[in-house]
């Protein structure tokens, strides 16, 4: 039951790094509890459904489906991601203002929360997929369903328990600067996975170019470690980082940045 | 913001990346000739344990379990993660490498499912 909780803590770990980020970050977008559960169920179904399909996806383009399936998850979250940041400027939601009050239309209030929702059914599939194919193996190895249950719920618990932190340590900043705060976390996340892409892509072989790690900081801090894996879900950290990595992290920064601040001159106009 | 506009460039980006990867998938990396760099999982266990491969070269690892259940292989010096059902097998390419040992496991695993990569 131990080795499955610890596995499962490490996969919870990340989604829930994801989620404690993004909710936290749109706590503005009231009545959006419906928009979090649809996400989190699709999510659950969907994991089935990538795990059901793993040898068929594994199989696809020339043996390299699985990559080009992580490498478009990770673009499309990045995407939303960014999107999402880009939209709560535009309609200066700070984290204390209601929808109602900056008098945005109820179409144009909707896309946020079908936006979230796909984001935490995204941030799902991944560590989701590898959580249902951990669980059937291990009941097909002869371990009881309820000592799985128990280890998958004290796995759930404890990867839980660090997003919720973060969640809770994010919504209580009580700064002029919490907006800004919450959303320069969510430009480093969308970087982060456009760098986890990119990783995808060259396992892929479709990246050749300044594929080469520069550095190894392993050293200093490993992926490996608990620190580590925090930092690489949420800033995208990698010991060995590509040129090619390095480049599209920074890239993407750069390109959300820009908007953002384009956004900031056009409102104050 | 165009919505329409900007959705047909990610389909079309989405199909061009596709193609792309039928194009690199078909690259001749080293080890294509069948049966030369096999790893396979057998009793949660990698067989062999060591594979010696030659440095500065791309090259085709085929995994190949044996088990009724998945397994994911996974190293973090080689930055590859790649889950692979029971009865199944996938391909991972690795490389080009500087001389060293990238160790791997199997992250459902990990005490038994261990490994590493000699590149000389």
């Not at chain 1, 990340?14 to 404690?20: P, Q, R, V």
């Not at chain 1, 977008?29 to 399909?53: D, E, F, H, K, P």
């Not at chain 2, 391909?91 to 990569?117: D, N």
Request: glycine content about 10%.
């Amino acid at each position: 039951m131990l080795s499955i909780a610890i596995i499962v803590t490490r996969e919870v770990l990340e989604i829930s790094l994801i989620l404690g980020v993004v909710l936290a970050a749109t706590r503005s977008l009231r009545g959006r509890a419906r928009w979090i559960a649809a996400g989190l169920a699709g999510g659950v179904i969907g994991s089935a459904i990538v795990a059901m399909a793993a040898g068929a996806i594994s199989d696809a383009i020339g043996g390299m489906g699985q990559e080009i399936f992580n490498a478009t998850i990770l673009l499309m979250a990045a995407a939303l991601i960014a999107w999402t940041v880009i939209w709560m400027k535009r309609h200066c939601m700070s984290v204390s203002k209601r929808l109602r009050e900056v008098g945005v239309a109820v179409t144009e209030g909707r896309r946020p929360f079908y936006v979230l929702a796909v984001v935490i059914w995204l941030s799902m599939l991944r560590e989701g997929s590898e959580i249902v194919l951990l669980s059937y193996g291990v009941l097909v190895s002869g371990v009881s369903v309820s000592s799985l249950v128990a280890g998958a719920l004290v796995g759930i618990a404890a990867g839980s328990l660090v997003g919720v932190a973060m969640y809770l340590g994010l919504v209580r900043i009580v700064t002029r600067h919490v907006f800004s705060i919450t959303s320069a976390m969510l430009v480093f996340l969308a970087a982060g996975m456009v760098s986890q892409a990119i990783e995808f892509l060259g396992a892929a072989g479709i990246v050749g170019p300044m594929s080469s790690p520069l550095w190894d900081s392993s050293f200093l801090l490993s992926e490996h470690s608990v620190a580590g894996s925090a930092l690489h879900t949420l800033i995208g950290y990698s010991a060995q980082p590509t040129g090619l990595q390095l480049a599209a992290y920074v890239g993407t920064v750069v390109l959300i940045a820009l908007t953002l601040w384009r956004q900031g001159t056009v409102a104050r106009s | 913001m165009d919505h329409a506009a900007t959705r047909r460039r990610l389909f079309l980006a989405l199909v061009a990346s596709l193609a792309i990867a039928q194009v690199a998938a078909a690259e001749n990396p080293d080890g294509r000739k069948r049966g030369k760099y096999v790893i396979e999982i057998l009793n949660h266990r990698f067989v062999p344990a060591e594979l010696e491969v030659p440095a500065g070269k791309k090259i085709k690892l085929r995994i190949i379990n044996r088990d009724a259940t998945p397994e994911e292989f996974e190293s973090y010096p080689l930055n590859r993660e790649k889950v692979v059902a029971g009865k199944r097998r996938i391909t991972v390419f690795i490389g080009p490498l500087k001389p060293g040992r990238y160790p791997f496991f199997g992250e459902f695993h990990p005490k038994t499912a261990q490994g590493v990569i000699v590149v000389k």
